[in-house]
């Protein structure tokens, strides 16, 4: 079935930004996020990875026999001079508190791919921002849910004007998280924002720009109080056309059968809905799926889902990234100043969230 405004659905992009020619990647950090997604989406994508640093040097040892990384280096030291040698792309995947430390030891002008948080508080932002600057870094965050492929073809059919003027957006999760995968988050005092809806607010931002202000309430749940926050609720202020909200919960622990993860996008003149199905019984996951319907259609229809989140999706944080390095006026979407008022967004609903809500006057008089 056609879609509007495409000749056909094959018309639709789905391509992630990828360079020509990629450059050699040195990875400083080698933790779960790097062994179960960075290197299997290099090795999708043929970005060649020639060395890694890990500070436990076993996790290191591992994931370079696993992914037959060719070099292990035993210091920091040691692996930046071997990136600066080998004109290497350095993938900083580290407790995000570390990352400006690390920055400052890499050389100037590097390639810098930084996984998110971009730091733990704005003031951490806005270090790693200067650093970046001073340091004439060409350098990205990996925030990478705006890159997933079906995210991209809904961009796509955004931008053609198929459903018309965006004028709201729901994102809503409910489900359990299995947060012992993650024990480093157990004494922090930011969680659930800074290490997941900050995902949804980043993609939120790539399709509809930055938001005026921010309402949030973010917070614990009785059956978890080890951690910070699971709960979330965000309203994005886009003006008085555009509604935009985001609805957390990762405490439903009722069985599977009515858990959420989608992402509802209207327009005046159709609709699209996308299923996040990665957060479907985490890490197990469901199926993707996009559908999308006009006034002009009057049925909802499914389109391909070709790659989903993890772990195609981070192609082309680091693809954008080596494009930008071979063509500076590329726009690349991933670059640490626009991460960084993903950033501010985060940090207004951090500071929302302490505020409270207004307060109810039930006076009589």
Same mark, same amino acid.
């Not at 993650?182 to 800074?194: A, G, H, Q, S, T």
């Given at each position: 079935m056609?879609v509007?405004?495409?000749?056909?659905?094959?018309?639709?992009?789905?391509?992630?930004?990828?360079?020509?020619?990629?450059?050699?990647?040195?990875?400083i950090g /080698?933790g779960?996020?790097?062994?179960g997604?960075?290197?299997?989406?290099?090795?999708?994508?043929?970005?060649?990875v020639?060395a890694c640093?890990d500070?436990?040097?076993e996790?290191?040892?591992k $994931?370079?026999?696993?992914?037959?990384?060719?070099?292990v280096?035993?210091?920091?030291d040691e692996?930046?001079?071997y990136?600066?040698?080998?004109g *290497?792309? =350095?993938?900083?995947a580290?407790? *995000?508190?570390f /990352?400006?430390?690390?920055?400052?030891q890499l050389?100037?002008g590097?390639?810098?791919?930084?996984q998110?948080?971009?730091g733990?508080?704005i003031?951490?932002?806005?270090?790693i921002?200067?650093?970046?600057?001073?340091?004439?870094?060409?350098?990205?965050v990996?925030f990478?849910?705006?890159?997933a492929?079906?995210?991209?073809a809904?961009r796509d059919?955004i931008d053609?004007g198929t459903?018309?003027?965006i004028?709201?957006?729901d994102?809503r999760l409910?489900?359990a998280q299995?947060?012992?995968l993650?024990? =480093?988050?157990?004494p922090?005092?930011?969680?659930?924002?800074?290490?997941?809806?900050?995902?949804y607010i980043?993609n939120?931002r790539?399709?509809?720009?930055?938001?005026?202000?921010?309402?949030c309430?973010?917070m614990?749940?009785?059956k978890?109080?080890?951690? *910070?926050? /699971?709960?979330?609720?965000?309203i994005l202020d886009?003006?008085s056309?555009?509604?935009?909200n985001?609805h957390?919960?990762?405490?439903h622990?009722?069985?599977k059968?009515?858990q959420?993860?989608t992402?509802k996008?209207?327009g005046l003149?159709? $609709?699209?809905r996308?299923k996040l199905?990665?957060?479907?019984?985490?890490?197990?996951?469901e199926?993707?799926?996009v559908?999308?319907?006009?006034?002009?259609s009057?049925?909802w229809t499914?389109?391909?889902?070709?790659g989903?989140?993890f772990?195609? *999706?981070?192609?082309?944080?680091m693809?954008?990234l080596m494009?930008k390095?071979?063509?500076?006026?590329?726009?690349?979407?991933?670059?640490?100043?626009? $991460? =960084?008022? /993903?950033?501010?967004v985060v940090? $207004?609903c951090?500071?929302?969230?302490?505020q409270?809500?207004m307060p109810?006057d039930?006076s009589?008089?």
């Amino acid at each position: 079935m056609a879609v509007d405004n495409v000749k056909s659905i094959e018309e639709l992009n789905y391509r992630p930004e990828m360079p020509k020619h990629p450059r050699p990647i040195v990875s400083i950090g /080698t933790g779960g996020i790097v062994r179960g997604s960075h290197y299997p989406a290099y090795k999708l994508a043929g970005y060649p990875v020639i060395a890694c640093y890990d500070a436990n040097g076993e996790n290191a040892e591992k $994931a370079a026999e696993e992914f037959g990384v060719p070099k292990v280096c035993d210091t920091l030291d040691e692996l930046v001079e071997y990136g600066q040698e080998s004109g *290497a792309v =350095f993938d900083v995947a580290i407790p *995000a508190n570390f /990352t400006r430390e690390i920055l400052e030891q890499l050389p100037d002008g590097a390639g810098v791919l930084m996984q998110k948080p971009m730091g733990e508080c704005i003031e951490e932002a806005r270090a790693i921002l200067d650093t970046c600057h001073h340091k004439n870094f060409t350098a990205g965050v990996n925030f990478q849910l705006r890159q997933a492929p079906y995210m991209i073809a809904v961009r796509d059919l955004i931008d053609k004007g198929t459903i018309g003027e965006i004028v709201d957006i729901d994102h809503r999760l409910v489900g359990a998280q299995p947060w012992n995968l993650w024990p =480093f988050l157990f004494p922090k005092d930011r969680v659930e924002i800074n290490y997941h809806s900050i995902h949804y607010i980043d993609n939120i931002r790539s399709l509809v720009g930055d938001p005026q202000g921010v309402c949030c309430k973010t917070m614990q749940h009785p059956k978890m109080r080890e951690l *910070a926050q /699971t709960r979330t609720s965000i309203i994005l202020d886009y003006g008085s056309d555009l509604r935009v909200n985001l609805h957390i919960n990762f405490n439903h622990d009722y069985a599977k059968k009515y858990q959420e993860s989608t992402l509802k996008i209207e327009g005046l003149k159709g $609709a699209i809905r996308v299923k996040l199905g990665l957060m479907y019984d985490y890490p197990e996951g469901e199926p993707d799926e996009v559908e999308y319907v006009t006034y002009e259609s009057g049925e909802w229809t499914k389109l391909p889902v070709r790659g989903s989140w993890f772990n195609e *999706a981070f192609i082309g944080t680091m693809g954008g990234l080596m494009k930008k390095l071979d063509d500076p006026s590329y726009e690349y979407m991933n670059s640490v100043e626009d $991460a =960084f008022h /993903t950033m501010c967004v985060v940090e $207004a609903c951090y500071e929302s969230s302490e505020q409270g809500g207004m307060p109810v006057d039930y006076s009589e008089k």
